[in-house]
């Protein structure tokens, strides 16, 4: 429940309104002590009692235990600075290696101190140089580029370009943690979200469009994997000019999406939903021509084509979040 306290005025006229004792006592507040004021983009003023102090790092302590790999991960993502693995015993070469692993998939965490029976990770990012327009541009166009390359793969039967394509999928989980972690962290920091010119209701939005693209990348790295089921065999001619038309209509509704969720463009936004009916009609017709394929290569277009209308889901709804 809020400490309500009344307003009070001197005789020449500062207003002024009294500390709680119990609060100031446990932040070592005395007579003469310094405290900051800022005032928030919605007028409130922010009380830092520890004006000047460098802020002490969020610590936390895990066990080894059959789910550490998605225990550091949840530590990371909550904004842990320092990250120490225990063990009462020595701690296994295949656990050690499953840490590195995890490790290797996290921006900015990394070892950096370890013996026979702990390993302390440390994360050594500053969040106010990662804007979150920053990343998730870099994001987008690494997901972008694995969606072109992902039909084009299949399309000329490219199993290498198609493994280039899963194997991008790492680097899109990795930039999709590193956004999240920034976000919870400016969250809980309202002044880093002044620095940085958002606010908790731009973090959400940001969340969700981060979850968008990250799913897109995986949807793409699925269907790269169609590819490589495919073998030897390959769609006919008409076929493939019909998937390189839907290809490039998915591509500009993503990038329309993206576009308009970063202007804040409605109108931008309201050209990806009406694309649909193109979409629709496009769809018919490599599902008419997919079925005139050979065994071999009709299901895998098939299922082509409808982790392409799933990419473009994802975009009428990172385009929705501009409304």
Known sequence: ????????????????VCLPRAWSEAHGLKKGALVSLDETSDGRLFLDPKYGEEPLPKVSVLSVGPFLSREIVGRYLLGSDIIRVEAKERIAFEVRNSVKKTVGSLIGLEIVEESHSQIVLQCLLEPSGFPPEKILRRNYAIVAGMHRDAVNSFID????????????????????????????????????????????????????????????????????????????????????????DLQSLYYEAHEKALKAFVNKDIGLAENVRQMRQKVE??????????????VEVMPQTLAVTAFLKQIYEHSVDLADLVV
């Not at 731009?202 to 073998?231: F, H, N, P, Q, V």
């Not at 009609?281 to 050979?294: H, T, V, Y």
């Open 1 to 16: 429940m809020a400490d309500l306290r009344k307003v009070q005025r001197t005789p020449t006229g500062t207003f002024f």
């Open 157 to 244: 039967g490219d199993s290498q370009l198609a493994k280039s394509v899963i194997a991008r999928d790492d680097e899109n989980n990795r930039l999709y943690f590193l956004l999240v972690r920034i976000l919870r962290t400016i969250i809980q920091n309202s002044r880093l979200g002044e620095k940085l010119g958002l606010t908790s209701i731009d973090c959400l939005d940001y969340r969700l469009a981060a979850s968008l693209i990250e799913t897109m990348g995986d949807t793409c790295a699925r269907l790269a994997s169609k590819t490589l089921e495919l073998e030897s065999a390959r769609p006919s001619e008409e076929l493939r000019k019909l998937l390189s």
């Open 281 to 294: 009609a496009l769809n018919s017709g490599i599902e008419a021509a997919a079925r005139e394929q050979s």
